[in-house]
């Protein structure tokens, strides 16, 4: 894995070893960034569930003026860390080794996202959980645009019940980015 564009250009990235995470493939990542290139630039970017924090680190290469990072592993927090000091975008970045929902709540009128990216483990109901945290958080705002990564069969059926608009779904062989929107 690596970073595609930017700063960054080419640096290789670690992952954490076994199952627990799904790193995002370059081809994948490059897909989701060409998609997003307008939204980077200057942003406030939240990566949740990060992983190897490649998605953030991409955001931060890319002109991100800020990333948070949240993922609660020990071997996550790790890497997120190893790979920050090797693309030399620490001074950009916070990373908060902890649950994802403290880690919110821990930011409430601290911070405020213009892009939020979560990858959360499949088939658990996460994004949703996130999703609805997100309804009367001051994190987000309607101008904020949220990514969740999810399993092909993920039903989406739940964002009828929240008051978000799905601006896109770009779907691949295994799983799909959703695209919402808070709605005014």
């Known amino acids: 894995m690596r970073v595609i564009a930017g700063t960054a250009r080419s640096l290789k990235l670690v992952t954490p070893e076994g199952m627990d995470t799904r790193p995002t493939t370059d081809r994948i990542k490059e897909t989701l960034f060409n998609m997003i290139q ?21 955001a931060l290469s890319r002109g991100a003026e800020e990333a948070v ?25 916070s990373v908060y080794k902890q649950d994802v929902f403290v880690a919110m ?48 069969d993920t039903d989406l059926g739940f964002l009828d019940k929240l008051p978000y608009e799905v601006v896109k779904v770009k779907q691949y062989k295994t799983n799909m980015h959703v695209f919402v929107k808070r709605r005014n």
């Open 38 to 58: 307008f939204d980077i630039q200057g942003a406030c970017f939240l990566d949740l569930f990060a992983g190897s924090g490649g998605i953030g680190i991409e």
């Open 69 to 93: 990072f949240v993922d609660n592993g020990r071997e996550a927090y790790d890497c997120i860390m190893e790979n920050l000091k090797h693309t030399k975008l620490e001074s950009l970045a």
């Open 105 to 152: 709540t821990t930011m409430e009128y601290n911070k405020k996202f213009d892009v939020v990216f979560m990858d959360p483990p499949y088939h658990k109901e996460l994004e949703q959980r996130v999703l609805e945290y997100f309804t009367t958080s001051s994190l987000v705002d309607q101008d904020s645009l949220i990514i969740f990564e999810a399993a092909l």
